[in-house]
Each structure stands twice: as structure tokens, then as C-alpha cells.
């Protein structure tokens, strides 16, 4: 259920953008409709991540970590493990400096 709600509010954000760029609103009278799904998406958008996510800063239940780099992975030279500071999630990725 939360996985349908994460794509119902994306679509939400994404028609209110492009209902913006195609600029609709000079043709129909939509008032502030474009700003409307934009901002309610958004903000349905965070409390079901912040239902669903397990993680204990709020900051990183909805995706926003701050990650520090770490050691090298040992089977790729060029990749860089990342561990977040707040919950300690890891990731890999490549860097190039």
C-alpha cells in the first residue's frame, strides 16, 4: 500500500509540473491548480516516507543522509564505501578525485 502511495504522490508532483511547463493555465482558468498538486505531493510524498522508513533520524527517513567516505573497497579500486553519520547506512560509489 505505501509503495502505491509513493507513486500516486510522485504522479502528483510530476502533473503539477508539467501542467506548469506546458502552461495550461493561459489557456484554462486553473488558478493555482499546477501549485496545488505540486505542494500536496510533496508533502504526501515525506509523511509516507516518514510512516514507512525505519531509520531513527527523521532527517534520513526521508532519504536526505549525509554521508561521510570511508575506506576503499577492496574488489574495486575506484569505488568508495559511504556511511551515513545520523544511521550508519552504507553505500559504494565511484570517485574520481
Not at 21 to 41: E, R, S
Not at 62 to 72: A, D, E, N, T
Not at 74 to 85: D, I, N, R
Request: aromatic share 12%; with cysteine.
Amino acid at each position: 500500500m505505501s509503495a502505491k502511495l509513493k507513486i500516486i504522490f510522485s504522479f502528483f508532483i510530476l502533473f503539477g509540473a508539467v501542467l506548469l511547463l506546458a502552461k495550461v493555465d493561459q489557456t484554462f482558468n486553473l488558478y493555482n491548480t499546477p501549485y496545488i498538486l505540486i505542494a500536496a505531493g510533496v508533502i504526501g510524498l515525506i509523511f509516507s516516507l516518514l510512516a514507512t522508513n525505519k531509520e531513527s533520524s527523521l532527517l534520513c527517513r526521508i532519504g536526505l543522509h549525509k554521508y561521510k567516505r570511508g575506506q576503499r573497497d577492496s574488489e574495486v579500486p575506484a569505488m568508495y564505501v559511504y556511511t551515513c553519520e545520523r544511521c550508519g547506512k552504507k553505500k559504494k560509489a565511484a570517485s574520481v578525485v
